[in-house]
């Protein structure tokens, strides 16, 4: 059974700085590439950044220079620090991986990531 559990969200300034934790399970981690993707209030989810198994990252425009996707294969954990938040940041952030046996999408309950004065 995949399970992925994110935390670390919650309320920070504009500015400031949160890291957000993805911890997976009943899968081999390293084999799999992962992501984090992004809902806002009245908007569709879109993807913020990838980590490929070997570490290689890609990032949506928006974030790039100030969100950092970085992964732990010992800890079986992907992490997005995000810098220089902004207010167009809040959204409920989801971890995301695709199974590579059974090639289906696996995502996570979302931590909510609120970015306001």
């Known amino acids: 059974q995949v399970r992925l559990v994110e935390s670390g969200g919650g309320l920070v300034q504009p500015g400031g700085s949160l890291r957000l934790s993805c911890a997976a399970s009943?899968?081999?981690?390293?084999?799999?590439?992962m992501g984090w993707y992004r809902q806002g209030p009245g908007k569709e989810r879109e993807l913020v950044a990838t980590?490929?198994?070997?570490?290689?990252?890609n990032y949506a425009d928006s974030v790039k220079g100030r969100f950092t996707i970085s992964r732990d294969n010992a800890k079986n954990t992907v992490y997005l620090q995000m810098n220089s938040l902004k207010s167009g940041a809040t959204a409920v952030y989801y971890c995301?991986?695709?199974?590579?046996?059974?090639?289906?999408?696996?995502w996570g309950q979302g931590t909510l990531v609120t970015v306001s004065s």
């Open positions: 980590t490929s198994t070997g570490g290689s990252a």
């Open positions: 009943g899968i081999i981690f390293r084999l799999h590439a």
């Open positions: 995301h991986t695709r199974g590579i046996v059974d090639a289906m999408d696996y």
